[in-house]
């Protein structure tokens, strides 16, 4: 099992970005793929879940409406988008893969893609 | 929203000690309980899934346990390689809401 991410980004405030995970080495449709942001020096927060079979999204309630998360299925790779963005966006951002059984837990993780945006 | 908590932030502790770490849900999650190790500048792994089954290949000195709102993460003989910061997340609600972390230093 492999999720490969896009490399670092560095943007300016106001700036749209996309960031890719591409997932290999599994049936991709048959697990959730998520997000998950680390703001430098501080904890884990979950970002939100996409469901590749049928594109079900679920965001946690302090990001929905910040980011977009999105898949191609065709070419296995999820994707987070941020329309305009904000310095308190700067941080690490893994993307993980869930089984789709209720209540289990992120099994594989992302290598990360760190996000800086300064002017 | 389901809110964790993790206690203490951080301890100290010697190679060979037993420790332990608790989490705590603002509501019930079951079981529905994970634990991650994240060393510094790498990326978590997962170590304990449903409050008490261990990852494959994850040592076996470390054990979870709990249910409801309150969970404990503990590590006997503890070993150089688990010194690192412990999270906790629920995986009962689709918000997979983690814990603050607790560290775990060397004394």
């Known amino acids: 099992v492999q999720l490969v991410q896009s490399g670092a980004e560095v943007k300016k405030p106001g700036e749209s970005l996309k960031i890719s995970c591409r997932g290999s080495?599994?049936?991709?449709?048959?697990?959730?793929i998520g997000w998950v942001r680390q703001v430098p020096g501080k904890g884990l927060e979950s970002v939100g879940i996409i469901s590749p079979s049928d594109s079900d999204t679920r965001y946690s309630p302090s990001f929905q409406g910040r980011v977009t998360i999105s898949v191609d299925k065709s070419i296995n790779t999820a994707y987070l988008r941020w329309s305009s963005l904000k310095a308190s966006d700067t941080a690490m951002y893994f993307c993980?893969?869930?089984?789709?059984?209720?209540?289990?837990?992120?099994?594989?993780w992302g290598q990360g893609t760190l996000v800086t945006v300064s002017s | 929203d389901i809110e964790m908590t993790q206690s203490p932030s951080s301890l100290s502790a010697s190679v060979g000690d037993r420790v332990t770490m608790t989490c705590r849900a603002s509501?019930?999650?079951?079981?529905?309980l994970n634990w991650y190790q994240q060393k510094p500048g790498k990326v978590p792994t997962l170590l304990i899934y449903s409050a008490s089954t261990l990852q494959s290949g994850v040592p076996s000195r470390f054990t979870g346990s709990g249910s409801g709102t309150d969970f404990t993460l503990t590590i006997t003989n503890l070993q150089p390689d688990d010194f690192a910061t412990y999270y906790c997340?629920?995986?009962?609600?689709?918000?997979?809401?983690f814990g603050g972390g607790t560290k775990v230093e060397i004394k």
């Open positions: 993980v893969r869930r089984p789709r059984k209720d209540g289990l837990p992120f099994d594989s």
């Open positions: 080495g599994y049936s991709f449709s048959t697990y959730w």
């Open positions: 509501q019930s999650v079951r079981t529905y």
């Open positions: 997340q629920q995986s009962y609600t689709n918000s997979l809401s």
